[in-house]
């Protein structure tokens, strides 16, 4: 992981965690430019950032998103990532890249190695969480998990970060520490509407969920737009252009919940199920 400058600040901050380099700005883009505006300082913890061994074949997502190698394909993406997480205000030092293979590079996936990527990250949260011990600090993690269960197409990397930080939560060991989830809406919450994430996530983690409303300005979506467009590489594997998805889903998300904001972000904040 890339070094976290020691900072003396008392002041809160917030971390988000990225199972790979566009995840956050998906879920988060527009709570980032706030953030940006406010000058509230954030961090990007991307934990899905490996590079596959030289000797591995072109994987076929790499190989659709238009690159010749893996190599090629990597360099792309942390660039892409750079520029949009930098329109929103990070700069170098904001943005913390893990080095474990996501799972294209993981052809095998046996038990083993998969509890092994677990506790990994696992231990890179932790390891976030230490140096900034005395802070009070907002952490926020992908909501979708149950590959295979509920979500039959969702992302392994998604539901492994998911339980890596329920297991954090649980043990009780931060208590300056607010968790939260947040919606991966593309490519899964949109599908499945925010309401049946919530209950399946407070029916099968037992845990309760506090629903957090972020307000996003037309100038807060529209930024978050613009980071987007930099992923350029991913956005070819998407059926419908994302600005749209988002706008459709941020407008129907609004109207049910009854705001009358230009767009709106939701996270919810974990508490335990008998709290």
């Not at 890339?2 to 990225?18: V, Y």
């Not at 987007?228 to 609004?254: H, N, W």
């Amino acid at each position: 992981m890339t070094p976290i400058p020691n900072i003396k600040s008392d002041e809160p901050l917030s971390i988000i965690l990225s199972p790979h380099y566009d995840d956050a700005v998906f879920a988060l883009g527009g709570m980032l430019a706030q953030y940006r505006l406010r000058h509230d300082e954030s961090y990007v913890l991307t934990l899905f950032g490996g590079q596959a061994p030289a000797s591995q074949e072109l994987t076929w997502w790499n190989k659709e998103t238009g690159f010749e190698s893996n190599a090629q394909a990597e360099e792309a993406r942390i660039m892409e990532n750079r520029n949009a997480l930098s329109l929103l205000g990070l700069d170098n030092d904001h943005m913390l890249d893990s080095l474990l293979d996501d799972v294209q590079y993981r052809n095998d996936r046996d038990p083993g190695g998969e509890a092994r990527i677990a506790k990994a990250v696992g231990d890179e949260i932790k390891a976030v969480l230490s140096r900034f011990s005395s802070r009070t600090i907002s952490i926020f993690s992908p909501i979708s998990t149950a590959w295979g269960r509920f979500w039959e197409d969702s992302h392994p990397d998604h539901a492994i970060v998911h339980e890596a930080f329920l297991n954090i939560f649980r043990k009780a060991q931060h208590p300056a520490v607010s968790f939260y989830l947040y919606e991966d809406v593309i490519p899964y919450v949109y599908r499945f509407g925010h309401d049946n994430a919530k209950n399946w996530v407070e029916e099968n983690d037992r845990v309760r969920l506090e629903q957090v409303i972020i307000e996003l300005t037309e100038r807060d979506f529209s930024s978050k737009l613009a980071a987007l467009s930099q992923y350029k590489s991913q956005m070819r594997q998407f059926r419908e252009p994302v600005d749209a998805t988002l706008i459709g889903y941020s407008s129907r998300l609004c109207s049910a919940l009854g705001r009358s904001c230009h767009a709106c972000e939701v996270v919810y904040r974990m508490k335990p199920e008998n709290s």
